[in-house]
Nanobody, 129 residues
Framework: QLQLVESGGGLVQPGGSLRLSCAVS????????IGWFRQAPGKEREGISC????????NYADSLEGRFTISRDNAKNTVYLHMNSLKPEDTAVYYC??????????????????????WGRGTQVTVSS
């Protein structure tokens, strides 16, 4: 059974760092682009980062201001989101999602027309002093 499981969330002080993991089971990660999304209370879900199936293309939301980095380890069937200089406005539930129709040279921050086929259940990140 295909599963995406996020982990690594928690409570962190402003300015701190976290590394989120998205572990995929039930299918090899090699062919999938992965997107990270987040949803804060009362706000719409926001696509924040993505990486294509080769790992040679990444994309980030402008709102991140270069603080986050996405990476993948296909041998471990896992994608990571390294988050630095965290701010209270980064507080949200973070989700990863798999796009099994990933292409060279592009990945997508939007889940337009259901591009992302499979989703994890999310991990809570709270940035607070």
């Amino acid at each position: 059974q295909l599963q995406l499981v996020e982990s690594g969330g928690g409570l962190v002080q402003p300015g701190g760092s976290l590394r989120l993991s998205c572990a995929v089971s039930g299918r090899t990660l090699d062919g999938a682009g992965i997107g990270w999304f987040r949803q804060a209370p009362g706000k719409e879900r926001e696509g924040i980062s993505c990486i294509n199936y080769r790992g040679d293309t990444t994309n980030y939301a402008d709102s991140l201001e270069g603080r986050f980095t996405i990476s993948r380890d296909n041998a471990k069937n896992t994608v990571y989101l390294h988050m630095n200089s965290l701010k209270p406005e980064d507080t949200a539930v973070y989700y990863c999602a798999a796009d099994w129709h990933s292409y060279p040279g592009i990945c997508f921050l939007e889940d337009s027309k259901g591009r992302y086929d499979d989703w994890g259940r999310g991990t809570q990140v709270t940035v607070s002093s």
